[in-house]
């Protein structure tokens, strides 16, 4: 399976505090994206790294991207209550309509 | 805004009976997709749909088909509903014209079989 692997598979912090997630995949990529849940709702679109990208920014959010150990990171600043959700990383493959995605880390910010 | 809705937020159906999920997308994407969610087992593609009338299986097609007559429509058909096929189902669309192909996701069903 090409499925991504993300780590931890739970996280608990607290409020204001920061929470970095890992990602870890198996083959080249195109691209590579983070998806946040929220308990019981759709997946949305968070942020895109290209592969020839090393880190991008948005808002709170911070990601980079390791070609070369196959990984990204997820960081979240300044950790909010509502960012208590589950966040997923999926990969894009070059000519691929489809996403390939990890299990998911289950983040709890306690206030 | 993309807005990607689904016919159903709860379901609750007898094994054996035919379950249509339904997916509305409207934005003009060309990509459609069927997933079901399970604990501990993450995002699994079940069918992908390129075109009106096309589609590919996914990773577990098993129990399922689909039907795209129309470009903003994508549904999920249950021939014979099963327990084990209790789960969250999302739909998800996406356009080749963002190159990374983002996919824009429903708010899911969730479908519990007795």
């Known amino acids: 399976s090409q499925q991504g692997e993300e780590d931890p598979q739970a996280l608990s912090i607290q409020e204001g505090e920061n929470a970095t997630m890992n990602c870890s995949y198996k083959?080249?990529?195109?691209?590579l994206q983070w998806y946040r849940q929220n308990s019981g709702r759709g997946l949305v679109h968070l942020i895109l790294?290209?592969?020839?990208?090393r880190e991008k920014h948005s808002g709170r959010l911070r990601v980079t991207l390791d070609t070369s150990k196959k990984s990204s990171s997820l960081l979240i600043t300044a950790s909010r209550a509502a960012d208590t959700a589950s966040y997923f990383c999926a990969t894009g493959y070059q000519g691929a309509q489809k996403l390939v995605f990890g299990q998911g880390t289950r983040l709890t910010i306690n206030p | 805004d993309v807005k990607v809705t689904q016919s159903s937020r709860y379901l609750v159906k007898r094994t054996g009976e035919k379950v249509f999920l339904e997916c509305v997308q409207d934005?003009?994407?060309?990509?459609m997709f069927w997933y079901r969610q399970d604990p501990g087992l993450g995002l699994r593609l079940i069918y992908f749909s390129y075109d009106v009338k096309m589609k590919e299986k996914g990773d577990i097609p098993e129990g399922y088909s689909v039907s795209r007559e129309k470009k903003e429509r994508f549904s999920l058909i249950l021939e014979s509903a099963s327990t084990n096929q209790t789960s969250m189902y999302l739909c998800a669309s996406s356009s080749y014209r963002t190159r990374a192909y983002e996919q824009y996701f429903g708010p899911g069903t969730r479908l519990t079989v007795t």
């Open positions: 790294i290209r592969s020839n990208e």
């Open positions: 083959t080249s990529i195109n691209n």
């Open positions: 934005m003009d994407h060309e990509n």
